[in-house]
């Protein structure tokens, strides 16, 4: 996470602890002077601590802003430029197992019940691509019957009521003014509760670092006024974000102007990420 | 370059991220030992609160196989964090709703508990050892007095009064931490295998059997190494314990199983087709049939024909085995399980454990048998075996 990511409650947390450490050595100062006989005015003193900075951007605001994503999965062609984009973006691990986005590919079959759904991260995927670090889907039905097919972009809900941070035992994990839910990777302990307790599977470890992560709809673009990484890349617009206090922006319309879902809202986490053109079977 | 992340092969739908098995054998560890903590102490508590005489010979072993298994409970999530050197967090700036925030005061609390009860069941001893003993021993054991020599009969009933209170504040300590690890899981709606109301009372009497369990086994083999024999009473009494609260085991766990499939809510294919292809020889065979339902009617018969001697003794020694593998069971399902059903319910994966590494079977054994060579060595310098007679032999010390 960059480095302006961080949780104000972390600053209000170190001012805290140099307050203390303040009062420590003050009350140390204190009674060996008075050991002395000598009762120095040294505690009678102390400076006001220093205004944290401005926090994420400066100059930026996040009690004035409502950020939202929506997703046109009729759009979405399945080139997965948003996951490689995302990858090099937020420095996620160059494999195939770990993302903060992806896209998943629905397949419905001539006489077949059963959707086929697989991912980027699909072992015929990867032969098909080669690499681990750059993604497409295998032409893999091709000789068969399609009926019905379609594309899902994937990441985090941003929920209002997220099941991670809830159960985050030291707090690291937390939900800003602007609605991102985002992580302090300097805080967390690596207990991994909150990857179990998301129910989209949205969260990964990070081995190397130690610590969990997942998307923060690049917290460090949208605070500087761009587009997160995988908007900005999507060919075809399937991905639109924006501030929902804006009646004008495309997140705003968006939501206005199509009849939108949100995944398994029978979770009570209510996410912020709103779908236009998925099935039954998306969950 | 080896790669620094293992991929789970998986079948059908599963989330990418989910490719990675995030809680490993060690997770599964952490409530088995702290099941054993909470069983041992009820069977402390079951002599000391409830004047089940009978479980007198395993009053002491019981406490201070609570306390050895205790100590150890934190060592596999210690292992386990991405960050062990942070774990303090938990307890400095805990956050509240998480429902693992409150461990570390949780299991502070019930570390001081026993060992302030074990120090007042062994002060005593820990007196008679500190007049009698010299050199580095004699000087840990007056250490321990912590300058206290009165062994009046005054001094005695106040010691008592302590350990009745202690023991009684235990009861809901030991069984609330258990019943919370319980929580930890069935308060997460995101597996529906986990998402129970009834997991917190399902991990605490699978908690007790285990934990009585373990006692019957370690008395019966520390009356073996020491070649005494075996008291019948104590072990019937041991047996009867196992019985009761294996019967409330067994339907609360066929409850939740019913209530799951009854309920048949999204993803219950997955988890049907899970139970009744990876998971059954691990969940029916192992957990229920012949952890679970084989002691509960060996037991069952033992009880009925009136068996004792010998032959009470090896059948309800191997119960307990028996029923300490099929909590092992429980606990590998519930966390193992778990998460090899996809949260897509679309999907499983398969674990594989690995035998060596930070989080490998070797270390989870060796996490698990730690306790018992603690318990060795704490035997050792506080035998469990002396119930009672000491007191006396000290007062009578003390008078010449």
């Known amino acids: ?283 | 370059m080896e790669p620094v992340i293992h991929a789970t092969p998986y079948l059908g739908w599963v989330y990418p991220n989910e490719t990675i098995f995030e809680w490993s054998v060690l997770i599964a560890v952490y409530p088995y030992l702290t099941g054993l903590v909470a069983g041992a102490f009820t069977v402390s508590s079951l002599y000391q609160v409830f004047g089940f005489q009978r479980l007198k010979p395993v009053a002491h072993l019981a406490l201070l196989t609570s306390l050895c298994f205790m100590v150890f409970v934190p060592t596999p999530l210690l292992l386990h964090l991405g960050h062990p050197e942070r774990a303090f967090n938990a307890t400095l700036t805990p956050h509240w709703t998480s429902a693992m925030a409150a461990f570390g005061y949780f299991a502070s609390f019930y570390v001081v508990l026993l060992i302030l009860e074990t120090w007042f069941a062994y002060r005593p001893f820990i007196i008679e050892q500190a007049q009698k003993r010299a050199g580095l021993l004699g000087t840990f054991y007056r250490v321990l007095t912590l300058g206290s020599y009165d062994v009046s009969a005054k001094a005695i009933a106040y010691d008592q009064k302590w350990i009745l209170w202690l023991a009684i504040t235990g009861i809901p300590a030991a069984h609330g931490l258990h019943g919370y690890v319980g929580f930890m899981y069935g308060s997460l709606k995101s597996r529906e295998w986990w998402s129970s109301d009834l997991m917190p009372v399902i991990f605490l009497f699978s908690a007790i059997i285990s934990g009585v369990s373990l006692l019957v086994v370690l008395y019966a083999a520390s009356c073996k190494l020491r070649k005494i024999p075996i008291d019948v009473d104590c072990v019937k009494g041991l047996a009867y314990t196992i019985w009761g609260f294996i019967m409330i085991a067994i339907v609360l766990e066929a409850l939740a199983f019913a209530n799951l499939v009854y309920k048949g809510r999204e993803g219950i294919e997955m988890i049907l087709q899970y139970v009744t292809g990876p998971l059954l020889i691990p969940y029916f065979l192992l957990q229920f049939a012949i952890g679970l339902m084989l002691p509960f009617f060996w037991l069952s018969y033992m009880i009925w024909r009136g068996t004792t001697g010998r032959a009470m003794i090896t059948g309800v020694t191997i119960c307990s085995c028996l029923v300490l593998f099929s909590v092992f069971m429980m606990r590998w399902n519930v966390v193992i399980g778990g998460q090899e059903i996809s949260k897509t319910g679309k999907g499983l994966l398969i674990y594989h454990m690995f035998i060596g590494g930070k989080e490998g079977a070797l270390v989870a054994i060796a996490l698990t048998l730690a306790p018992l060579v603690a318990l060795l060595g704490l035997s050792w310098l506080f035998p469990p075996w002396i119930h009672g007679t000491v007191s006396s032999r000290v007062a009578a010390v003390g008078e010449h």
Request: charged share 25%; proline share 5%; glycine share 8%.
């Open chain 1, 1 to 283: 996470m960059k480095e302006e990511d961080r949780n104000p409650s972390q600053a209000a947390r170190r001012e805290f602890l140099s307050k203390l450490g303040r009062v420590a050595t003050c009350a140390g100062a204190v009674v060996g002077a008075a050991g002395l006989g000598v009762v120095s005015n040294a505690s009678g003193k102390s400076e006001p601590a220093s205004e944290p900075a401005s926090f994420p951007t400066k100059d930026y605001d996040w009690t004035q802003h409502d950020w939202a994503f929506g997703v046109d999965a009729t759009k979405c062609i399945g080139c997965l430029r948003c996951v490689e984009a995302c990858k090099r973006e937020n420095n996620v691990p160059a494999n195939a197992h770990q993302f903060r986005t992806w896209v998943e590919r629905y397949v419905y079959l001539e006489g077949e019940e059963a959707v086929h759904i697989d991912s980027q991260q699909d072992p015929v995927n990867i032969e098909a691509s080669g690499s681990q670090k750059e993604f497409r889907f295998a032409n893999r039905y091709k000789d068969a019957k399609v009926e019905k097919a379609f594309f899902v972009p994937k990441l985090c809900n941003q929920c209002t009521h997220p099941a991670c941070v809830q159960v985050c035992p030291v707090g690291a994990t937390y939900r800003t003014k602007d609605g991102v839910v985002l992580i302090d990777h300097d805080y967390c302990i690596g207990c991994r509760y909150c990857v179990q307790a998301c129910p989209y599977g949205a969260r990964y470890f990070d081995e190397e670092r130690g610590v969990s992560d997942k998307c923060t709809w690049c917290y460090h673009r949208i605070t500087k006024g761009l587009q997160p990484a995988c908007v900005e890349v999507c060919p075809v617009g399937a991905r639109v974000f924006g501030d929902r206090r804006d009646h004008q922006s495309p997140i705003s319309l968006f939501i206005r102007n199509n009849r939108v879902q949100v995944l398994r809202p029978e979770s009570g986490n209510a996410p912020n990420v709103f779908y236009v053109g998925i099935d039954k079977e998306v969950n």
